[in-house]
């Protein structure tokens, strides 16, 4: 379970803060912070409609389990719609009078991973249109449209198109490579383009059982696929992997999933045929190496002498979304960020409200 995140609530509370009253596409920012919140209870009920949706999701997407969707999708309402959250990031900011166009780009990696970018857009006013991904596509669509069953004239803000023509700003999210036709195509205007990241976890031997259980979910959820995913591990020289391995193996059951499965073994056949060096549980392939980026089923490790310089070296990476540790994002807390945790630390909302 993640790591409670305390503080917005008691913040919201102390302050006598009154928003302005913006009417854009008639609403609010209060209606818009109660419609939200609203979502964050339907996103928690048990509604037999929003059920099958999840359930289509599932099914449409291999990599996107029940269990993932329903991790996604809590972690959204509780860590972004939860009440006096909205209300109490949205007051660092001096929201925008003049809507503007911007598309949005949304990869597909993970459920609902393009929803903080939808969310800024809508609490700041902009006009959206959204290009889903396709491999992500249900769970954001029905959103969108319970919301404009509730409010018709969001129908006017928010479009979902193939293209993004004639937008006046734009947000993308992909991969190193489609991040160059990104730049290419939005480079002009105002844009924030996003490449790959992942996170790494940095371990001093002395961990209990209970943080290791934690760490093993942010190296497992999502099957490594997030960018908030653990994918390489730093570690003192002796660190004792069989015990890591002995608790990693409560998630041995993912040697189920065909498509999991198929990238062990594969893997697993190149290190072979190659004579890699590798520890292994039932659901893991251990390999040393110093790129923080692995393959799925694939957990990097990297010894470290001086934990000192090891986090100074990981903070100043580029590829580095989230570091787990002692000193760090506690373990177990990597896949459950907050509305000011910004991806690749570029405030979007500040982007937002200066367009």
């Given at each position: 379970m993640c790591v409670p995140i305390i503080g917005y609530v008691h913040v919201y509370s102390e302050i006598k803060w009154q928003f302005a009253a913006r009417n854009i596409y008639g609403m609010t920012t209060q209606q818009?912070?109660?419609?939200?919140?609203?979502?964050?209870?339907?996103m928690l009920s048990g509604d037999m409609q929003w059920q099958e949706v999840k359930d289509l999701a599932s099914?449409?997407?291999?990599?996107?389990?029940?269990?993932?969707?329903?991790?996604?999708?809590?972690?959204?309402?509780?860590?972004?719609?939860?009440?006096?959250?909205?209300?109490?990031?949205?007051?660092?900011?001096?929201?925008?009078?003049v809507p503007r166009t911007v598309g949005i780009v949304m990869a597909g990696n993970i459920p609902l991973v393009g929803f903080h970018d939808f969310l800024?857009?809508?609490?700041?006013?902009?006009t959206l249109m959204l290009k889903l991904s396709s491999k992500d596509d249900v769970l954001i669509r029905h959103l969108i449209v319970w919301m404009t069953e509730r409010h018709p004239t969001l129908s006017k803000q928010i479009t979902i198109a193939e293209r993004l023509n004639g937008c006046e700003a734009y947000i993308a999210t992909g991969s190193n490579n489609t991040a160059r036709y990104f730049e290419q195509y939005f480079g002009k205007y105002p844009h924030i383009i996003r490449q790959n990241r992942t996170s790494v976890a940095v371990l001093t031997g002395n961990e209990t059982d209970?943080?290791?259980?934690?760490?093993?979910?942010?190296?497992?959820?999502?099957?490594?696929?997030?960018?908030?995913s653990?994918?390489?591990?730093?570690?003192?020289?002796?660190?004792?992997?069989?015990?890591?391995?002995?608790?990693?193996?409560?998630?041995?059951?993912?040697?189920?999933?065909?498509?999991?499965?198929?990238?062990?073994?594969?893997?697993?056949?190149?290190?072979?045929?190659?004579?890699?060096?590798?520890?292994?549980?039932?659901?893991?392939?251990?390999?040393?190496?110093?790129?923080?980026?692995?393959?799925?089923?694939?957990?990097?490790?990297?010894?470290?002498?001086?934990?000192?310089?090891?986090?100074?070296t990981l903070r100043q990476?580029?590829?580095?979304?989230?570091?787990?540790?002692?000193?760090?994002?506690?373990?177990g807390a990597a896949q459950c960020p907050t509305?000011?945790?910004?991806?690749?630390?570029?405030?979007?909302?500040?982007?937002?409200?200066?367009l």
């Open positions: 818009r912070i109660g419609l939200m919140e609203e979502m964050g209870r339907y099914h449409r997407n291999a990599w996107f389990s029940a269990s993932h969707v329903e991790e996604a999708v809590g972690n959204i309402a509780r860590y972004f719609l939860a009440p006096g959250l909205l209300a109490a990031w949205l007051h660092a900011y001096a929201l925008p009078t800024c857009g809508f609490m700041s006013g902009h209970e943080q290791l259980t934690a760490l093993a979910k942010d190296v497992y959820m999502y099957y490594g696929l997030g960018c908030r653990i994918t390489q591990i730093c570690v003192p020289q002796g660190y004792d992997f069989e015990h890591l391995l002995r608790i990693f193996s409560q998630y041995d059951h993912y040697a189920d999933l065909s498509k999991y499965k198929n990238n062990y073994d594969y893997h697993l056949a190149l290190y072979l045929l190659n004579k890699v060096p590798y520890m292994s549980n039932a659901s893991l392939l251990l390999v040393e190496n110093e790129l923080p980026f692995s393959a799925v089923s694939v957990l990097h490790y990297r010894y470290y002498n001086n934990l000192g310089e090891i986090a100074e990476s580029a590829d580095i979304q989230t570091i787990s540790g002692e000193g760090f994002t506690p373990f509305l000011a945790d910004y991806a690749d630390g570029v405030d979007t909302m500040a982007f937002l409200c200066g």
